[in-house]
């Protein structure tokens, strides 16, 4: 049996990326990213917003790339990568503590609403594609095609 640990994301920087070193001298670079979805309120008939936060890390040469580029809040970026559970105790109370994160395994800038290219901190431009167009062509979805 196959497994499959895959999660892809689009949305906006929460945060700016934040640079850390462990102890092992590995560079991470860990960032909040906001995913909304909008949908239409079935009682009110009103147009409504439901964010979810997810917690981005990378590591090493990915940590370094995104470091250098200088990825600050609310830029608009498409995450791929794998969800991660992990658990630690609080040494002075023991209080346990989840976290559930995204360990990060690509990215690209997605362009901004009025923009197709994002200018990083220095000022170099990067093209924005959407991740949409590195995906395959569409399926045909004729009915003679169907195994029922």
Same mark, same amino acid.
């Given at each position: ?10 949305g906006?920087l &929460?945060?700016d990326?934040?640079v850390?070193?462990? /102890? ?10 906001? %995913? ?5 309120? @079935? +009682? %009110? ?30 830029? @608009? ?9 992990? /658990?630690?105790?609080? @040494? /002075?109370?023991g209080?346990?503590? #989840?976290? %559930?994160?995204?360990?990060?395994d #690509?990215?690209?800038?997605? $362009? ?7 200018a990083?901190? +220095? &000022? ?11 995906l @395959?062509?569409? $399926?045909?979805?004729s ?6």
């Amino acid at each position: 049996m196959a497994y499959l640990n895959k999660v892809m994301l689009m949305g906006n920087l &929460g945060k700016d990326a934040e640079v850390r070193l462990t /102890q092992n001298n590995k560079k991470r670079v860990s960032f909040s990213l906001a %995913t909304t979805r909008r949908f239409r309120n @079935p +009682n %009110t008939g009103e147009m409504q917003d439901d964010t979810a936060w997810h917690n981005v890390v990378a590591w090493d040469k990915l940590a370094e790339r995104i470091e250098k580029l200088g990825i600050k809040k609310g830029t @608009p970026l498409y995450v791929e990568g794998r969800i991660s559970y992990r /658990q630690w105790n609080e @040494p /002075q109370t023991g209080q346990k503590h #989840n976290v %559930t994160e995204i360990l990060m395994d #690509n990215f690209e800038f997605l $362009a901004p609403r009025h923009s197709s290219s994002y200018a990083g901190e +220095n &000022g170099d431009s990067f093209d924005a594609p959407m991740p949409a167009n590195n995906l @395959p062509p569409p $399926a045909n979805d004729s009915d003679d095609q169907l195994p029922f």
